[in-house]
Every structure is written in structure tokens, then in C-alpha cells.
């Protein structure tokens, strides 16, 4: 939103990383290894988060998503992907740590904390139904229920930061 004054939300952050065959067999470390001719790989959708930080990574590194192995095979959630790497049909996928403690066979390398952030025009800030919403976010409840789904960092959830 370049030029439009808005703020930023923070609701929670989520580690995302590799899933890979139990053991890490093919000793995949970080994102350069995705190029390797023997690596095979299974990709989430275009417009996903986890796509968008794939896509992001690969270009601030330089490397060309054409030379990844399955840079085209897309499973549409991140127990999709485990289960993939699982079954030993894709030697890595990205996804939540989350999921590969809900998969058997599958070990996590993760690679960072990402943030899950509502961006909203400060003009909007004002407006009852973006009230009731950041209520909402800073209530005990929904802190509760998303401490719940687990592995979510939470210690900055209802923060607003203003962007210049």
C-alpha cells in the first residue's frame, strides 16, 4: 500500500521450516539445497503465505525456480506437504512446524519465525468494525484459542505499529 498511511496488527508468529524424510537422509540444511539435482521437492500454491516466502527466499538468494525438482508439484496445505514428504514422494516441502508434529516419518529443520500481521489504512483505524476486531484480537479468549493450535508465538498478538 505505498503512499497509503496505514498500521500493522500483530496477531502472532509461526515458525516455518523443511520437512524432511525422518533422519534428514538427503542432509537438507537450508533453501540452497532445493537446486540439487538428487532433491526433490513438493511446493504449496501460488498465493499462499508459505509459496510467497519460497518465491521471496529463492529471489533474494538468486536461485531460479526452474532448477528446482517439484517446484511445480502443489499440495494445498501444510499436512499435504508432510504427508508427501512422508511417503517419500518429495525429499523436502516447506511448511508450519505444527504439521510435522501431527505426521509420523518427518523431521522439521526450521528456518524462521514468520509474522501474521492485519494491515489496515490508518483511516480505517476509527471505524467500529476494525475496533471490534483489534477488541477482539487483544481479548483473553482468542489468545486462548490460538495458544491452543500450538506453536504460534503470541508475545506481540494486538500490537499496533504505525507505517510511515
Known amino acids: 500500500m505505498p503512499g497509503i498511511p496505514a498500521v500493522i496488527v500483530h496477531l502472532a508468529k ?3 521450516g523443511f520437512y524432511v524424510a525422518e533422519g534428514n537422509p538427503r542432509n ?3 533453501w540452497n539445497d532445493l537446486s540439487a539435482d ?3 521437492f513438493i511446493n504449496r500454491e501460488p498465493g499462499c503465505g508459505t509459496r510467497v516466502l519460497l518465491d521471496e527466499k ?3 538468494l538468486g536461485i531460479d525456480n526452474r532448477l ?3 517446484y511445480n508439484q502443489v499440495a494445498t496445505s501444510h499436512l499435504a506437504v508432510a504427508s508427501t514428504v512422508a ?3 518429495a525429499d523436502a516441502g516447506l511448511g508450519i512446524q505444527k504439521a510435522a508434529l501431527q505426521v509420523r516419518g518427518i523431521d522439521f529443520i526450521p528456518l524462521q519465525l514468520e ?3 492485519l494491515v489496515i489504512r490508518k483511516d480505517d483505524l476509527a471505524r467500529p468494525a476494525i475496533q471490534r476486531i483489534i477488541e477482539v484480537v487483544n481479548s483473553t479468549s482468542f489468545k486462548n484459542e490460538v495458544q491452543g493450535l500450538g506453536d504460534y508465538d503470541l508475545s506481540k498478538t494486538g500490537q499496533i505499529t504505525e507505517l510511515t
Do not use: A, H, T, V
Open 115 to 117: 509474522p501474521y500481521e
Open 58 to 60: 529463492l529471489r533474494k
Open 14 to 16: 509461526r515458525r516455518q
Open 28 to 30: 537438507i540444511k537450508d
Open 68 to 70: 528446482i525438482n517439484g
Open 87 to 89: 511417503r517419500g514422494l
Open 38 to 40: 538428487n532433491i526433490s
